[in-house]
């Protein structure tokens, strides 16, 4: 054997043994797992694809969580993940799914809109994969994920995107964005086909509130506010009234009507449903933040956002201070806290549309903090216990 031979020999393996690596870890992101023990009032899953054929079988298909009390009322579809890089609109969705009481009406909770955006990770922007959160019963791993759907799912991107219907020119990568694909299109691509099956959940189900949740960075003039589409205005505007009096100071805007693709334009336009966004502060988007880290996922404290700040350069409310960062509970408080109050004002809006739910809002995760809430799957009933 000749030394060339031998060199070329010893690159191939070193490339392959790294190429392994690296190849184990994407697949760990794809296929991991997130356990949730659903509380004693929970009915049934179903899968989103029971509504819309076209998504069986694909990575966009997602549980759907319901609650339903047996009695007449309003019906509330509650949406995390439509951005699974927004961790802070997802861990609301697992707090309720384990902890939901219900009397009155009935509830579909789908706690990751967009699965295939959470079966990876934003690349470029020097994200960790996962955070952790210590309970009392030991420790919890969460996914960070995409804003978009995974191109393994979905590719390859056009020059320009072309919103169907409305025909509005987009962001080419908005193709794979859930919150610009509504109201989606039943044979379009697989994100448009996504936004579809969850109108079809809306309309089959008669859904009267339909509650998407994000995170959105501090530099972003729509933070910390309910977006609503013209129909729950009144709602959404009476739930920020009382939040900011009562909880934490939280805006209200309408939603404007030539920008197209998003759930409170769509969603509200297309189905009978009263629609209503929420923004919490994601410490984590901002491009003048410093070192991405678990830490700053799960506290939220930065000296370029504190400096940020100074220069009067962010939107959130209250205003940004370092001593107290923007916490995960904080955030998870305010999406939890955000929906019950739309429910409430739905109820007083429309008499028959009232509920009667109970789920740990943001005073309760401010005194016992996320994991005081989740349980532990090791000992979870079998029957209670889902992955997903
Ligand atoms: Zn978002």
């Known amino acids: 054997m000749n030394n060339v031979f031998l060199r070329r020999l010893i690159i191939l393996i070193v490339v392959l043994i790294v190429a392994f690596l690296g190849g184990r870890e994407f697949w760990e992101i794809r296929h991991f797992k997130q356990s949730i023990v659903v509380s004693e009032d929970f009915t049934k899953k179903v899968m989103l694809s029971d509504y819309f054929e076209g998504i069986k079988g ?3 298909d997602t549980p759907v969580y319901i609650y339903d009390s047996g009695n007449p009322g ?36 789908i706690p990751v809109a967009n699965r295939s955006a959470w079966t990876m990770g934003d690349y470029g922007m020097g994200y960790p994969k996962y955070f952790s959160l210590e309970a009392n019963w030991g420790e919890k791993k969460f996914r960070i994920g995409a804003r978009n759907s995974n191109q393994l799912d979905q590719w390859p991107d056009p020059f320009t995107y072309v919103h169907y219907p409305s025909r509005q020119n987009l962001a080419y990568q908005d193709i794979r964005n859930l919150n610009r694909t509504y109201p989606g299109y039943a044979s379009g691509t697989l994100t448009e086909r996504l936004a579809y099956a969850i109108m079809e959940l809306t309309r089959q189900e008669d859904i009267d509130l339909f509650v998407d949740m994000h995170e959105a960075s501090l530099m972003y003039p729509v933070v910390s506010t309910y977006v609503a589409h013209q129909d729950a205005e009144d709602i959404a505007m009476m739930a920020g009234m009382n939040l900011s009096a009562e909880q934490f100071p939280m805006k209200s805007e309408s939603s404007p009507k030539s920008l197209r693709g998003l759930s409170h334009r769509e969603v ?46 962010l939107y959130c409310d209250p205003e940004y201070d370092i001593e107290f960062g923007k916490p995960m509970w904080y955030r998870v408080g305010r999406h939890l806290s955000g929906t019950m109050e739309v429910i409430k004002q739905m109820g007083e809006f429309y008499p028959d549309k009232q509920m009667e739910v109970e789920f740990p809002l943001f005073f309760d995760l401010e005194e016992h903090g996320i994991m005081h809430f989740l349980h532990d799957p090791e000992t979870a009933d079998t029957d209670r216990l889902f992955y997903q």
């Open 268 to 313: 509200g336009d297309y189905s009978d449903a009263l629609v209503v966004l929420m923004e919490t502060a994601e410490p984590f988007i901002d491009r003048v933040a410093g070192k991405m880290t678990e830490e700053l996922m799960i506290e939220g404290k930065d000296e370029f956002l504190q400096k940020a700040a100074e220069e009067n350069l």
């Open 58 to 60: 694909t990575w966009v």
């Open 74 to 109: 309003g019906s509330l579809l509650w949406l995390g993940g439509t951005h699974p890089y927004e961790p802070g609109a997802i861990l609301p969705a697992y707090v309720a799914a384990e902890n939901l009481k219900i009397t009155k009406g009935k509830i579909f909770l």
